[in-house]
Nanobody
Framework: QVQLVESGGGLVQPGGSLKLSCAAS????????MGWYRQAPGKQRELVAG???????NTADSVKGRFTISRDNAKNTVYLQMNSLKPDDTAVYYC????????????WGQGTQVTVSS
């Protein structure tokens, strides 16, 4: 059974930092590209940052220079370090795992709430 379990969300003041974690189980983690998405109320889910199985990263323009994605294959975990948080970053953040190729697979976590407010 595949599980992606996010943690680290919460309430933070503007300018503050949070670090999200997503622990994967039931998959061969190193074969999967991982991503963080977010969805704010009334908006579509959007990609925040992604990291390939080889470690290449991409980051949305809206968070570039503030958010950093990383992975630890030994711990089956992907991280999202979020700095200089803004109220517009308020959303539910979801972890995503994807494997392409002859047996494509994709999975979502349950989401973790991030609220940026004074």
């Amino acid at each position: 059974q595949v599980q992606l379990v996010e943690s680290g969300g919460g309430l933070v003041q503007p300018g503050g930092s949070l670090k999200l974690s997503c622990a994967a189980s039931g998959v061969i983690f190193r074969f999967y590209a991982m991503g963080w998405y977010r969805q704010a109320p009334g908006k579509q889910r959007e990609l925040v940052a992604g990291i390939s199985s080889g470690g290449s990263t991409n980051t949305a323009d809206s968070v570039k220079g503030r958010f950093t994605i990383s992975r630890d294959n030994a711990k089956n975990t992907v991280y999202l370090q979020m700095n200089s948080l803004k109220p517009d970053d308020t959303a539910v953040y979801y972890c995503h795992a994807e494997r392409k190729g002859s047996l494509p697979r994709a999975y979502w976590g349950q989401g973790t709430q991030v609220t940026v407010s004074s």
